[in-house]
């Protein structure tokens, strides 16, 4: 069965970084795309970042580019995003999602239907 748990999140002023983990099991980790989505109260879902697990380098969302790191750790099934200078817009409840697939895009990740419980990340002004 797969699954996915996410952890972190949390409240932070803006300015500041937070980190989000995320444990797959039931997947072939070495071959999926899998990453995160926000979505924020009366706001559609936003893509933020991906990454295919057999390699190749993480994409981005415009709004987070250069800011926000997505990592993976395969050998624990794991994937990390690092957010730092944190703004009030990147409020919302944050998904990892993922999906057998080797052509990973940051709006593909919105319609996977696997995905975790969500955290919620909060960033004040």
């Known amino acids: 069965q797969e699954q996915l748990v996410e952890s972190g999140g949390g409240s932070v002023q803006a300015g500041g970084s937070l980190s989000l983990s995320c444990i797959a099991s039931?997947?072939?980790?070495?071959?999926?795309?899998i990453g995160w989505f926000r979505q924020a109260p009366g706001k559609e879902r936003e893509g933020v970042a991906t990454?295919?697990?057999?390699?190749?380098?993480?994409v981005y969302a415009d709004s987070v580019k250069g800011r926000f790191t997505l990592s993976r750790d395969n050998a624990k099934n794991t994937v990390y995003l690092q957010m730092n200078t944190l703004k009030p817009e990147d409020t919302g409840m944050y998904y990892c999602?993922?999906?057998?697939?080797?052509?990973?895009?940051?709006?593909?990740?919105?319609?996977?239907?696997?995905r975790g419980q969500g955290t919620q990340v909060t960033v004040s002004s």
């Open positions: 999602a993922a999906a057998s697939s080797y052509l990973c895009t940051v709006s593909s990740l919105t319609r996977y239907n696997s």
């Open positions: 039931g997947y072939s980790f070495s071959d999926i795309c």
């Open positions: 990454i295919y697990t057999g390699g190749g380098s993480a």
